[in-house]
Nanobody, 123 residues
Framework: VQLQASGGGLAQAGGSLRLSCAASGGTFSRFNMGWFRQPPGKERELVAAITWNGGRTDYADSVKGRFAISRDNVKNTVYLQMNSLKPEDTAVYYC?????????????????WGQGTQVTVSS
């Protein structure tokens, strides 16, 4: 499956951005999906994950209450709505697909990755 992330850009602190990740080449509804981010000089970390049917979500503590992950299995797209952005949210954001059962929080569990989209939050 191929993943194409989009929607990144420059935002001011307190602002919002919405990331999208379009999937092709596979049965999207069979995959749990995740959003990861990698700040400059740091490891890639999970931001949010969602099960194949949207029935369960999981978030990093740093984004709880500010970010929301959702998916549309008709449009083969997963979204990350980011509100109340902070400068520490600055990173390259990646979407990823996991074909295994259960929601995964580690990057090694994900089978397919998008190319990343840059999010920069200014103070």
């Amino acid at each position: 499956v191929q993943l194409q992330a989009s929607g990144g850009g420059l935002a001011q602190a307190g602002g919002s951005l919405r990331l999208s990740c379009a999937a092709s080449g596979g049965t999207f509804s069979r995959f749990n999906m995740g959003w990861f981010r990698q700040p400059p000089g740091k490891e890639r970390e999970l931001v949010a994950a969602i099960t194949w049917n949207g029935g369960r979500t999981d978030y990093a503590d740093s984004v709880k209450g500010r970010f929301a992950i959702s998916r549309d299995n008709v449009k083969n797209t997963v979204y990350l709505q980011m509100n109340s952005l902070k400068p520490e949210d600055t990173a390259v954001y990646y979407c990823a697909a996991d074909r295994h059962l259960g929601i995964a929080t580690v990057k090694g569990a994900y089978d397919y990755w998008g190319q990343g989209t840059q999010v920069t939050v200014s103070s």
